[in-house]
């Protein structure tokens, strides 16, 4: 079972940036997708962006451009940096970690963009 810790949520302004960690531990498979969803209020879980080792990533349509996703292989820590925030981005975002042995989720971080 592979544990994620996230870190990095907050309040920010319209036009403003963020940075998401999400490290992952315990028993972790080489081959492996790591990334962020989203959850806002009275909304369905949606992709936010993918990061697939070995480099390819997948972005949501309403992210291109403004958020950058990447991985620290030797930490085991997948990051998001988010620029350009807009109100509709306010939502929950939760890392997850999947490989053919698991599908690991964090416990969420509560990204909030109001002026």
């Known amino acids: 079972q592979v544990q994620l810790v996230e870190s990095g949520g907050g309040l920010v302004q319209p036009g403003g940036s963020l940075r998401l960690s999400c490290a992952a531990s315990?028993?972790?498979?080489?081959?492996?997708?790591m990334g962020w969803y989203r959850q806002a209020p009275g909304k369905q879980r949606e992709l936010v962006a993918t990061?697939?080792?070995?480099?390819?990533?997948d972005y949501a349509d309403s992210v291109k451009g403004r958020f950058t996703i990447s991985r620290d292989n030797a930490k085991n820590t997948v990051y998001l940096q988010m620029n350009s925030l807009k109100p509709e981005d306010t939502a929950v975002y939760y890392c997850?970690?999947?490989?053919?042995?698991?599908?690991?989720w964090g416990q969420g971080t509560q990204v909030t963009v109001s002026s």
């Open positions: 990061d697939r080792i070995g480099g390819t990533t």
């Open positions: 315990g028993s972790i498979f080489p081959f492996n997708i």
């Open positions: 997850n970690f999947r490989s053919l042995r698991d599908n690991s």
